[in-house]
C-alpha cells in the first residue's frame, strides 16, 4: 500500500507540473490531464471439489483513485464545430472488488493495481461534446487480497495468482469548457485476471474523471 501511495503521489505532482509549466511553455493541443474515481466490479467463477459452480460477485462499493495524461490528435474536421480525432492515453489504476462475505461486517477486498495505456476513436461535436470508443490493455505491478472484520488482517500478496497483463473496451462521454473537462466512463473485462484453470475472474469499472486541456 505504501508503493501504492508513492506511486499515486508521483504521478499526481509529475501532472501538477505540467499543467505550472503551461504558463512559460506553450503545450501541444490536445494534450490533457485527468484525475478522478471509480467505482469497481468483479467476478470470480470457479467450481467446489464435488464438481458444482460456483460465482463470487465483488460488487459492493469500493472506489478508488484514477491519474491519467491524454492526447487528443485531430484527424478530420467537418465544419468548423465538428471533428474527428484519435485519443491515446496513459493512466495509473486500482481496480478489483469488494466481496460481502456475510451480515456480521466481513468482506473480501481484491485490489489490482496497474498501469495502463489505450487509444481510440473521438467524436467532437461543437468543440465541447466528446463519444469515444476506446481500447486499453494494463500492467498489473500489485496484487493483493484483504480480509476487513472489526479488526482488518494484513493484506495476503495474490501476485502470483494474477496474470500481469489485461484487456477492456470502454466507452467515454465528455464535456468541455474552455480548457476544462467532465467526463464518464465505463469499463468492460475482455480477459481473465486469474491464473488457475479452474478459475476465471473478470472485472468492470465506472470512471468520473475531471482535467484540463492545454
Known sequence: MKKQFILFMVIATFCFSSLYAQNTKKAPTGLGIDAGIGYNMMNLEGKTNSGVDTISRYSQFWMQPCLRIHYDINVKNFG???????????????????????????????????????????????????????????????????????????AKDVKSTTNPFCYNAGLQFRFKYKHFTVGIEGWYGLSDIHKDADKTAKENNFRLLVGYEF
Open 80 to 154: 468548423q464545430s465538428n471533428s474527428l480525432k484519435v485519443k491515446t492515453f496513459v493512466s495509473y489504476y486500482t481496480f478489483g472488488g469488494k466481496l460481502k462475505k456475510s451480515d456480521i461486517g466481513e468482506f473480501d477486498v481484491v485490489a489490482f493495481s496497474s498501469i495502463e495505456a489505450g487509444a481510440g476513436i473521438t467524436f467532437d461535436f461543437v468543440k465541447m461534446f466528446q463519444i469515444s470508443p476506446l481500447f486499453k490493455a494494463q500492467y498489473i505491478f500489485s496484487a493483493n487480497e484483504r480480509y476487513i472484520r472489526e479488526t482488518s488482517k494484513p
